[in-house]
C-alpha cells in the first residue's frame, strides 16, 4: 500500500512539473507550435488521400519530405521549451554540418587542411560568444578578424596557388554556415526585459516561420501560376509569378503575425514584411548558383526529401541576419 501511495504522489508531482514547464511558456508560443503540428496532421492526411485520388502517382518524394519535416519540427520545438541553451546546442550542430557540407563540396586541397580546422576552431569561438552573451565581440569576430586570419594562415603554410580564390572559399563558407545561422541562436539571448510578446523562443519561432513559410508559398504559386522564368540560368524553376506570389503571401503572413510575436510595429514590421521575402529568395538562389557551379544538385542526402542540411537552410542563411538586424534598429535595446 506504501509503495502504491509513492508511486501516486511521483506520478502527481511529475504531472505538476509537466503542467508547470508548459504553464511558463508564453501562450503564443504553445498555440504557434500547436498550430504548425496541425499543418503538418493535414499534411499527412492529405498524403493518405493521394494515392486514391490519383492511382499509380509516385508520392514517394512528398511522403519523405513531410517524415523529415516532423522530425525537424521535434527538434527546434523541443530545443526553443527547453531554452537559449538547447537553442544554442542545436545550432552548433546545424552549423557544423552546414560547414562539413560546404568544405566537402568547395575545391579544397590536401594542403588546405589546417585552414579547414580553422574554420571550426572558429565555429566554437563564434558560439562562445552566443554563450557568453557578448554581441560586440559577435559582430566583428568572423567578418574582421577571421577574415584576416585566413589568408595570413595561407600565406604561413606557404599555400599561394588559386591564394584569392580559397581564401575567398573560406570566408563565405564560415560567413554563411556559422556566423549567419549565429544570429538565430542569439536571438534567443534577448533578455526578458524586453518588449517581447512571446519571449525569445516566440522571436525564433516567427523567424523559422516566416522563412519557411515562404520558400513554400513561392513554391506554390510557381506551381500554379508560373510561366516567365525570373533567373533561368541558375534555377530554371523559378518564375516571376511565384517569387512576386510567395512574396506577398510571405508579406502579408508577417504583417498580421508580426504583433503576436515580435515586438516590431509600423515602419519596422513594415520593412520586415518587405525585405524578409527578397532575403529568402536571394539565399535560395544564391546558393543554387553555388551548387551549380560546383556541379551538384543537392549539397548531401542528409534529409529525406530535401537533400542536404544547406539545401533545407539556403534562405535562412540570408533572412536570419536581416531579422536580427531590424529588431535589434527598431525594437530590441539589448543590441
Known sequence: MRVMLVEGERGISGMDAITAFFGGQPPALLW????????????????????????????TNLRQRISSWWVMIALLAAALLAGWQAVTALFVVVSFIALREFLSLAPVRREDRPIVLAAFAAMLIN????????????RV??????????PFLMACIGQTR???????TFHWAIVTCVYNLGYIAFLMRTPASEPLPAGAAGLVFFLLVATEANDVAQYVWGKLFGKRKIVPKVSPNKTWEGFLGGWATTAAL?????PVFSP????????????????????????S??????????????????????????S??????????IHAYFALSHF
Open 32 to 59: 504557434g507550435l500547436g498550430g504548425v503540428l496541425a499543418v503538418l496532421t493535414l499534411a499527412v492526411g492529405i498524403t493518405l488521400l493521394l494515392p486514391r485520388l490519383k492511382p499509380g502517382g509516385d508520392f
Open 127 to 138: 558560439y562562445g560568444f552566443i554563450v557568453a552573451d557578448d554581441y560586440g565581440l559577435y
Open 141 to 150: 569576430f568572423i567578418p574582421t578578424y577571421v577574415f584576416l586570419i585566413v
Open 162 to 168: 588559386a591564394f584569392l580564390a580559397t581564401t575567398a
Open 254 to 258: 508577417i504583417w498580421f503575425l508580426g
Open 264 to 287: 516590431l510595429s509600423g515602419l519596422g514590421l513594415a520593412c520586415l514584411a518587405i525585405f524578409l521575402p527578397i532575403a529568402g529568395f536571394a539565399g535560395d538562389v544564391t546558393m
Open 289 to 314: 548558383a553555388i551548387k551549380r557551379d560546383i556541379g551538384v544538385k543537392d549539397t548531401s542526402a542528409l534529409i529525406p526529401g530535401h537533400g542536404g542540411l544547406l539545401d533545407r537552410a539556403d
Open 316 to 325: 535562412l542563411t540570408f533572412t536570419a541576419p536581416l531579422f536580427f538586424h
